[in-house]
């Protein structure tokens, strides 16, 4: 299957491609007859690497630590170094092969290398799969925020093959379902119905990723800058991110999301929601949450605009509306 974004006036438009062991025709779909730096982390099995590098012209392997912390300014810095070195020219290209962490950080470096080369991106985690790796954002931390210096970098060809994540861990797995499942409340109830029936995850994989890509494409194409609907994708991120600050990194952002979506939704649809989420061992709820550290950590964030806060609350399942209320109107929702 070949989703295609298409934002007409922007000068946007590159294929999706989700397919299993489309990873093996990578140079099918996107042109490799050239550099290609290849951009991956410690943690992304080599088979996968080898994959895509054998199919090369002339590769070259830029290796980042696994984990949050890589997508810092030293990286970035390095790999522009190793670009120039190498002589990267403005008609060679990135391909980033691994989660949203390899994805933002080397997205970024394609956006201002030469004033911007062409991307390709590999995703390998669920989460950036069907979230993550469409949409052009990419960022690295700096000074201690997360994702406050990067670009709007959209790809040239995303290729997605759920076949790499049979090495993912079932933590993240988890932690990628939480994106789905939040997709699908907002914006497709035939899809969450399907995602809570469903009897066999791994073979259902592919049809669950289109579907939840197509709800993000047809966002992005919509609000490629975030404006307005793109906000519908911070369903549940609000107090998300709140309590993954607070959980001191022993939460993953999906498990933060998880948990808030719950305070998000009707007392109508909560327990149909929670249900869905724990069976994909996701959590629902956080013993001693502290609502006042969660409210002042809320109005440090950047989404806060003084005083009021934009939501997005669901009362049905499929829809969503936006909420614009004070930050201490929040304390009525965690309850
Ligand atoms: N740009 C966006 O629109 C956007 C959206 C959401 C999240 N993000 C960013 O994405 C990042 C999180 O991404 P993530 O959840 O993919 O985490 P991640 O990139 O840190 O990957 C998680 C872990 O899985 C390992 N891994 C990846 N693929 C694997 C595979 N197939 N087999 C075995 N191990 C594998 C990695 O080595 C890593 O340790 C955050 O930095 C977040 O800010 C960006």
Redesign the pocket.
């Given at each position: 299957m070949i989703i295609d974004i298409n934002v007409k006036n922007k000068d946007i438009k590159y294929p999706i491609i989700v397919e299993r062991n489309s990873l093996n025709k990578v140079n099918n779909y996107f042109n490799l007859d050239r550099k290609v730096l290849i951009v991956t982390?410690?943690?992304?099995?080599n088979e996968?690497i080898n994959t895509v590098k054998e199919k090369c012209k002339e590769p070259f392997i830029f290796t980042v630590k696994?984990?949050?912390e890589s997508?810092n300014f030293d990286n970035y810095k390095n790999m522009l170094e190793y670009m120039v070195k190498k002589t990267f020219t403005r008609t060679d290209c990135v391909i980033a092969i691994?989660?949203?962490?390899?994805?933002?950080l080397s997205?970024f470096v394609a956006s201002s290398y030469m004033r911007g080369i062409d991307f390709y991106n590999i995703?390998?985690?669920l989460?950036?799969q069907v979230?993550?790796s469409i949409?052009g954002?990419?960022?690295i931390?700096f000074n201690g925020v997360?994702?406050n210096i990067g670009a709007f970098k959209n790809p040239n060809g995303v290729l997605i093959d759920p076949n790499?994540?049979?090495?993912?861990?079932d933590r993240?797995i988890s932690?990628?379902m939480a994106?789905v499942i939040k997709m699908s409340i907002t914006s497709n109830k035939a899809l969450f119905n399907f995602i809570e029936q469903s009897k066999d995850l791994n073979h259902d994989l592919e049809y669950i990723i289109t579907e939840t890509l197509k709800i993000k494409a047809n966002v992005v194409s919509i609000d490629p800058f975030e404006n307005d609907l793109r906000k519908v994708l911070n369903f549940g991120h609000t107090i998300g991110h709140a309590i993954e600050a607070l959980s001191n990194g022993s939460l993953?952002?999906?498990e933060c999301v998880s948990i808030g979506m719950t305070y998000m939704v009707s007392d109508e649809i909560k327990d149909e929601v929670k249900y869905s989420l724990r069976k994909y061992n996701l959590p629902v709820s956080i013993t001693n949450l502290n609502k006042e550290e969660v409210i002042n950590l809320i109005k440090l964030d950047k989404k806060a605009s003084g005083n009021d806060i934009t939501i997005v609350y669901v009362s049905k399942i499929g829809s969503f509306e936006f909420k614009k209320i004070k930050v201490d109107e929040l304390k009525e929702y965690l309850k």
């Open positions: 982390d410690t943690g992304i099995p996968y696994q984990g949050e997508k691994g989660g949203g962490v390899v994805g933002d997205g995703p390998t985690t989460l950036s979230d993550s949409g954002k990419c960022a931390d997360k994702n790499v994540l049979k090495t993912l861990d993240q932690a990628g994106e993953l952002h999906g």
